[in-house]
């Protein structure tokens, strides 16, 4: 049973919504554009000549996940984050409409019912993550970039990042980059749950809070450190994030929160609402 | 119409969403006081106990303070990051969900269709901006409470971030008060022009989450884009909605043209789609 109510809300939910993740392909397709524009605006003073050396993979990857690693708002990240906030935001949304809501009398069981929503909305993360890779690699094939993973003291410069406290540039940084959907799954799954307990917007302003309070404390109980990739071990040679402490800490807080989601969920009023 | 707006003022102060937005973010502005106020005592004993010739005292005010004041804090941007979300929030989804319920048809029959569009924009732009004004007054009362209200000194601009021409400076360092008061007003007045946007894309979605959250997007990209564009002047209601001119310098026709082309984008497509679309 399981299986079929999978199926029905990846139907409904992600197969007749593709045009959500044609946004998102166009959004990143836009970020590497301004990259590339940025690139050439921002670096040297003026009558300096464009960037001549061929863009890279890695650099179309790193920009709008980049982060920051001063207390401030970066905000093409913020962009970045806010857009898979809204979109999982808006399935919690709709996933408790009435009509939606007659597939759990189909499903014979709530449980079922709630752990196929985990999985959507962990999909939908994915599938974000997936655009994201599609669109930057379009990009750097139509711009005659190399596919290499890395990232130099070009990158830093662009996006105003001291390059003293990070480790030897250029830098491969392929394996890290995991830790951006890994985390953001589990903010999904907590949106997810949040969205039962209060309503959808207001569960977008937590969400936003915990992401806005994450580019101010480098803790890495905080999710949205994750998600900037300057903060990582692999960059920051003092108090960077470890890669695999977010895999352990991303997947305990998506069971953690899809059991409690699962809890709440058996005892909620639906008829009423409440 | 003088119904109608009461009626909805009604509304609006016995709206549960309206009433938690409020004091959640009131809650934030008073955190945000609680900390301010905190590092400026404690910078007041450390002045009394010591023998520096340099007091750096008129750093310590007020005027630098408040939440407006203060320069890019964790807190505080947060803060002005969330003002346009909390200014949506708190009663623009109603003209979405009074068409969603039939309860238009109702008000229309009555009162007509022009006197229950603008009796909305009136009511939304000053309850949006109230909730928006509210903490921030909160806040610069509970600040001034424990903060000495020192007049600011030029020699000490780094710590206000205002400088020699930037906008109204000559205010600032006169009659600071005045200063404050009229960015607390283009808070105010930003909030209720932004609130209109909302009602105005609700005319295009049925999605109560989309009409709310994507002006909220689309604003954090323009300012964005602004912010790379490498204009001149400081663009982004962000910024420009606060007393500490951070970034790019502040200008009074780009801060009131981005106001006017606003008021003009919500207010315009609620009035035209208001006054053509069937109700019924």
């Given at each position: ?9 990846i139907?409904?939910h ?19 554009f ?23 993979l ?24 806010v ?7 808006n399935f ?17 069981s ?11 909305a ?6 974000y ?7 930057t690699l ?17 990158t830093?410069n ?19 980059l ?5 985390s953001?799954s589990a ?7 949040l ?11 937590v969400?936003?809070?915990f ?9 890495p ?16 040679q ?14 305990a ?22 | ?26 809650l ?9 106020s ?11 106990n ?9 750093a ?12 890019a ?13 909390v ?14 319920s ?69 205010l600032f ?13 283009i ?7 932004w ?29 964005y ?15 420009f909605?606060k ?23 919500g ?14």
């Amino acid at each position: 049973m399981f299986f079929n109510v999978l199926r029905y809300d990846i139907v409904t939910h992600i197969i007749k919504k593709w045009y959500i993740f044609a946004i998102c392909l166009l959004a990143f397709i836009g970020t590497s554009f301004i990259y590339v524009c940025s690139s050439n605006l921002n670096v040297g003073p003026p009558g300096t000549e464009p960037y001549s050396i061929p863009f890279t993979l890695g650099e179309y990857l790193f920009y709008p996940f980049a982060g920051t690693t001063y207390n401030t708002f970066p905000l093409i990240w913020l962009i970045c984050n806010v857009l898979v906030i809204f979109i999982i935001i808006n399935f919690g949304y709709n996933m408790q409409s009435k009509k939606k809501m007659k597939v759990l009398i189909y499903s014979q069981s709530r449980v079922i019912w709630w752990l196929s929503k985990c999985l959507v909305a962990v999909i939908y993360v994915w599938l974000y993550f997936a655009m994201y890779l599609i669109a930057t690699l379009i990009f750097c094939a139509a711009n005659g970039g190399s596919f290499e993973i890395t990232v130099n003291n070009h990158t830093m410069n662009v996006l105003g990042l001291n390059t003293r406290i990070l480790n030897q540039l250029p830098l491969s940084f392929g394996n890290i980059l995991l830790c951006i959907p890994i985390s953001l799954s589990a903010l999904a799954v907590i949106i997810t749950t949040l969205s039962l307990i209060i309503k959808p917007i207001f569960s977008f302003v937590v969400a936003f809070l915990f992401i806005g309070v994450s580019s101010f404390y480098s803790s890495p109980l905080l999710l949205g450190n994750y998600t900037m990739l300057v903060r990582s071990s692999h960059f920051m040679q003092n108090n960077g994030m470890d890669f695999n402490f977010c895999i352990l800490y991303s997947i305990a807080i998506m069971l953690a929160f899809a059991a409690l989601g699962a809890i709440i969920f058996k005892f909620k009023d639906i008829r009423n609402g409440g | 119409m003088k119904n109608l707006i009461s009626i909805e003022f009604k509304k609006v102060f016995k709206s549960k969403v309206y009433i938690i937005t409020l004091a959640i973010f009131t809650l934030l502005a008073v955190l945000i006081a609680i900390e301010s106020s905190y590092y400026s005592v404690i910078g007041e004993n450390r002045i009394k106990n010591t023998t520096d010739v340099n007091l750096w005292l008129s750093a310590n005010t007020l005027f630098s303070k408040w939440v407006g004041g203060q320069l890019a804090d964790g807190l505080s941007m947060i803060f002005y990051y969330l003002l346009p979300l909390v200014a949506i929030i708190g009663y623009s989804w109603s003209l979405q969900s009074e068409m969603k319920s039939g309860y238009i048809k109702n008000i229309v029959v009555r009162g007509g269709k022009n006197s229950y569009f603008f009796s909305k924009i009136i009511v939304n732009f000053i309850a949006s901006g109230l909730i928006v004004l509210i903490p921030i007054v909160v806040n610069f009362i509970i600040v001034a409470c424990f903060v000495p209200v020192r007049m600011p000194d030029p020699q000490y601009d780094v710590i206000y971030s205002i400088y020699s021409g930037d906008l109204w400076s000559v205010l600032f360092y006169t009659n600071p008060f005045v200063y404050d008061l009229i960015f607390i007003f283009i808070s105010f007045l930003f909030a209720g022009l932004w609130s209109i946007v909302p009602m105005a894309i609700s005319f295009f979605t049925k999605n109560k989450i989309a009409s709310l959250v994507t002006p909220y997007i689309v604003l954090l990209l323009y300012s964005y884009v602004m912010d790379i564009s490498g204009f001149a002047y400081n663009s982004s209601p962000f910024s420009f909605i606060k007393a500490a001119q951070q970034g790019r310098p502040y200008n009074e026709f780009v801060i009131f043209g981005t106001l006017l082309v606003i008021a003009c984008f919500g207010i315009g497509i609620v009035a035209l789609r208001g006054h053509r679309d069937d109700v019924f």
